[in-house]
C-alpha cells in the first residue's frame, strides 16, 4: 500500500497493491 498502488496503477493492474 502506497507505492505499490503507483506502481500496480501505472501497469494497470492492482494485484501487488492488493
Known sequence: SGM???V???VSR???CN
Open 14 to 16: 492492482c494485484e501487488i
Open 4 to 6: 505499490y498502488q503507483q
Open 8 to 10: 500496480a496503477t501505472y
